[in-house]
T-cell receptor, first 114, second 108 residues
Framework: NAGVTQTPKFQVLKTGQSMTLQCAQDMNHNSMYWYRQDPGMGLRLIYYSASEGTTDKGEVPNGYNVSRLNKREFSLRLESAAPSQTSVYFC?????????????FGSGTRLTVV | GIQVEQSPPDLILQEGANSTLRCNFSDSVNNLQWFHQNPWGQLINLFYIPSGTKQNGRLSATTVATERYSLLYISSSQTTDSGVYFCALTGGYQKVTFGIGTKLQVIP
């Protein structure tokens, strides 16, 4: 099915470990996003990529890096995980022009850092 | 940046009841979207509605951009409507702001 695919769905890391969250979309969208969701705080933007080859910081970028590998794929890397990065991470993509201007979200990655 | 306020923060409904969720925002926006996050965490696109009114089954939404608010109506609520409803806005290019959501519980 068309949409946004995130891997893995669950992950437990020890403090200081690194990992990469993968995201791919097959809707030919230009823009891709990484959000984190914490209880009572809604979704906060970590990084986004307006188009292939560009990335920009969002609201909470510290401790993260991203790579827009190609138009389909946008990865999020934690170089040295901290307990404060325990969260649910969502990848999203967005097209341009009606009717595709809205967001489509992946199913999320639940990350626990111990 | 844009401020987004959703109300009420929590809502409990008897199955079959109607409800209205509100999203107020502080500045002009390019687009507004409503999402439902189900109890399993999945975020579902409900409406892309920068202005005007749209309907999809028992759900409808109205955005009055000049007055900076949007309303989501749920009629004849069902237990499957439970979850958190978010509105999200884009003001300037790529500046996206989510509200903190309205948590809805529909009880049989």
């Amino acid at each position: 099915n068309a949409g946004v695919t995130q891997t893995p769905k669950f992950q437990v890391l020890k403090t200081g470990q690194s990992m990469t969250l993968q995201c791919a979309q097959d809707m030919n969208h230009n823009s891709m996003y990484w959000y984190r969701q914490d209880p009572g705080m809604g979704l906060r933007l970590i990084y986004y990529s307006a188009s292939e080859g560009t990335t920009d910081k969002g609201e909470v970028p510290n401790g993260y890096n991203v790579s827009r590998l190609n138009k389909r794929e946008f990865s999020l890397r934690l170089e040295s995980a901290a307990p404060s990065q325990t969260s649910v991470y969502f990848c999203a993509s967005r097209g341009t022009g009606t009717p595709n201007y809205g967001y489509t979200f992946g199913s999320g990655t639940r990350l626990t850092v111990v | 940046g844009i401020q987004v306020e959703q109300s009420p923060p929590d809502l409990i409904l008897q199955e079959g009841a109607n409800s209205t969720l509100r999203c107020n925002f502080s500045d002009s926006v390019n687009n507004l979207q409503w999402f439902h996050q189900n109890p399993w965490g999945q975020l579902i696109n409900l409406f892309y509605i920068p202005s005007g009114t749209k309907q999809n089954g028992r759900l409808s939404a109205t955005t009055v951009a000049t007055e900076r608010y949007s309303l989501l109506y749920i009629s004849s609520s069902q237990t499957t409507d439970s979850g958190v409803y978010f509105c999200a806005l884009t003001g300037g290019y790529q500046k996206v702001t989510f509200g903190i959501g309205t948590k809805l519980q529909v009880i049989p």
